[in-house]
T-cell receptor, first 112, second 114 residues
Framework: RKEVEQDPGPFNVPEGATVAFNCTYSNSASQSFFWYRQDCRKEPKLLMSVYSSGNEDGRFTAQLNRASQYISLLIRDSKLSDSATYLCVVILRDQAGTALIFGKGTTLSVSS | GAVVSQHPSWVICKSGTSVKIECRSLDFQATTMFWYRQFPKQSLMLMATSNEGSKATYEQGVEKDKFLINHASLTLSTLTVTSAHPEDSSFYIC??????????FGSGTRLTVV
C-alpha cells in the first residue's frame, strides 16, 4: 500500500481565520477520498467526502485534483471547536482488496 | 445513523495474557470490517481486513497468529491480541463500510500491557 502524505502542522490560527490543508497520495489506483476529523483519543469521524467537482459543507470546502494527486480542505471562519486533527483518507482498491489508507493527520489549533 | 459498537473501551492486562476486542454493527450488516492500530501521534495503520465467513487478510508485517481475527457473523468481528506484550500497547479501532457513503468507526479500544 502506498502512502498518503499530509503536513502534520500544527497549524495555530486565531478564531475567524481561513486555513487550508493539503494531502497528496501516491497510488493512482486510489478511488475515493474523504476528510475525517479526530479529536484527541477519540475515533475518527467523517467530515466530508471529496469529489473532483469540489464540494462545500458550510464553512468547509474540499477539492480533489486527480491529475496532481492531491486533495485539499479549506476551513473558513475558524471556530474554537474546529481544533482537532484532520485526517486525509484514501480508499484504495487493488488486487489485494480494499483498504482505507490514512494520512498521519494535520493538527489544527484555533485560539481566541 | 449506522453505528459500530466497540468493546472494551480500555483494558489493562499483564504481559503474556490475551485480550479480545469486539466490534458489533448495531443497525446494519457489516460484510467487511477493517482493523486499525494507532500509536501516539501516528496515523491509523491498517492491520487486517476481515470478511464475514472467510479468513482475514493481513497487511504486511502484521502477525496473523498474534492478532487473531474472527468475523463469524454479519454483525460481529473480533480481534484477539494473543500473548500480549508492552509493545502491543496501542489504540485499536475497527471500521465498517457503509456501502459507498463512507465508513463508520468503532469508538476504539486503548490497550495497555504491563
Amino acid at each position: 500500500r502506498k502512502e498518503v502524505e499530509q503536513d502534520p502542522g500544527p497549524f495555530n490560527v486565531p478564531e475567524g481565520a481561513t486555513v487550508a490543508f493539503n494531502c497528496t497520495y501516491s497510488n493512482s489506483a486510489s478511488q475515493s477520498f474523504f476528510w475525517y476529523r479526530q479529536d484527541c483519543r477519540k475515533e475518527p469521524k467523517l467530515l466530508m467526502s471529496v469529489y473532483s467537482s469540489g464540494n462545500e459543507d458550510g464553512r468547509f470546502t474540499a477539492q480533489l485534483n486527480r491529475a496532481s494527486q492531491y486533495i485539499s480542505l479549506l476551513i473558513r471562519d475558524s471556530k474554537l471547536s474546529d481544533s482537532a486533527t484532520y485526517l486525509c483518507v484514501v480508499i484504495l482498491r487493488d488486487q489485494a482488496g480494499t483498504a482505507l489508507i490514512f494520512g498521519k493527520g494535520t493538527t489544527l489549533s484555533v485560539s481566541s | 445513523g449506522a453505528v459500530v459498537s466497540q468493546h472494551p473501551s480500555w483494558v489493562i492486562c499483564k504481559s503474556g495474557t490475551s485480550v479480545k476486542i469486539e466490534c458489533r454493527s448495531l443497525d446494519f450488516q457489516a460484510t467487511t470490517m477493517f482493523w486499525y492500530r494507532q500509536f501516539p501521534k501516528q496515523s491509523l495503520m491498517l492491520m487486517a481486513t476481515s470478511n464475514e465467513g472467510s479468513k482475514a487478510t493481513y497487511e504486511q508485517g502484521v502477525e496473523k497468529d498474534k492478532f487473531l481475527i474472527n468475523h463469524a457473523s454479519l454483525t460481529l468481528s473480533t480481534l484477539t491480541v494473543t500473548s500480549a506484550h508492552p509493545e502491543d500497547s496501542s489504540f485499536y479501532i475497527c471500521s465498517a463500510s457503509l456501502g459507498g457513503t463512507g465508513y463508520t468507526f468503532g469508538s476504539g479500544t486503548r490497550l495497555t500491557v504491563v
